[in-house]
């Protein structure tokens, strides 16, 4: 398959699964604000809990949207109507993420306000506010020059590959027929 190809039939794909992404950070967000309303007292708790919460959310949608597509394409390699592509999730993964690179790259390259990047990665906030160590408002230049300035951003960059490592991982598991759920909600009987 050519590139253009590749990018005909999946941009869509891409940009559902971009929709959900957006789904997943409102929903990331409301978990954020309740459980920091819940947990007023104990920080702490309220952070650990979001975060959590958080990824389950993020790890939902994203099987929701790439587990199915997974199994179809198998289906499709088995009957001849298409060339295996076990890459797929991580390619349409990364297309989803695009505008995430970009916000990034604008964020650093114009110094936005760090409550403005935490806010568009709301399933990130915990991390976010762990690695950079700030839990104010303050620029984004400022909290990534300090100490661990280098670090930060290093860190800030690699958690744009969380979306398609996710992405990838779930289709490989549609696509070879592994299903946790099913195995979480039905156990097998004990034959006596």
Same mark, same amino acid.
């Given at each position: 398959m050519n590139p253009g190809d590749f990018m005909k039939t999946n941009l869509f794909l891409a940009f559902k699964l971009f929709l959900f992404l957006i789904f997943a950070d409102f929903a990331a967000l409301m978990i954020a604000i309740s459980f920091f309303v819940i947990f007023h007292s104990v920080p702490w708790a309220?952070?650990?809990?979001?975060?959590?919460?958080?990824?389950?959310?993020?790890?939902?949608?994203?099987?929701?949207?790439?587990?199915?597509?997974?199994?179809?394409?198998?289906?499709? #390699?088995?009957?001849?109507?298409?060339?295996?592509?076990?890459?797929?999730? =991580?390619?349409?993964?990364? +297309? *989803?993420?695009?505008?995430? #690179?970009?916000?990034?790259?604008?964020?650093?390259?114009?110094?936005?306000? =760090?409550?403005?990047?935490? +806010? *568009?990665?709301?399933?990130?906030?915990?991390?976010?506010?762990?690695?950079?160590?700030?839990?104010?408002?303050?620029?984004?230049?400022?909290v990534l020059m300090r100490k661990t300035g280098v670090l930060s951003l290093t860190g800030m960059a690699l958690m744009l590959l969380i979306i398609p490592a996710i992405s990838g991982t779930v289709y490989i598991f549609g696509y070879r027929g592994v299903d946790f759920f099913t195995k979480l909600v039905y156990k097998k009987r004990k034959e006596k």
């Amino acid at each position: 398959m050519n590139p253009g190809d590749f990018m005909k039939t999946n941009l869509f794909l891409a940009f559902k699964l971009f929709l959900f992404l957006i789904f997943a950070d409102f929903a990331a967000l409301m978990i954020a604000i309740s459980f920091f309303v819940i947990f007023h007292s104990v920080p702490w708790a309220a952070y650990t809990f979001s975060q959590l919460f958080s990824v389950i959310v993020l790890i939902v949608v994203i099987w929701q949207s790439t587990y199915m597509l997974g199994f179809k394409d198998c289906n499709m #390699v088995r009957t001849g109507h298409s060339k295996e592509d076990i890459c797929r999730g =991580f390619k349409i993964g990364a +297309l *989803a993420q695009i505008p995430g #690179v970009l916000f990034f790259i604008l964020s650093v390259a114009f110094n936005l306000r =760090f409550s403005l990047y935490r +806010l *568009a990665n709301s399933f990130y906030w915990t991390f976010l506010t762990a690695l950079t160590g700030s839990f104010n408002d303050k620029w984004l230049a400022e909290v990534l020059m300090r100490k661990t300035g280098v670090l930060s951003l290093t860190g800030m960059a690699l958690m744009l590959l969380i979306i398609p490592a996710i992405s990838g991982t779930v289709y490989i598991f549609g696509y070879r027929g592994v299903d946790f759920f099913t195995k979480l909600v039905y156990k097998k009987r004990k034959e006596k």
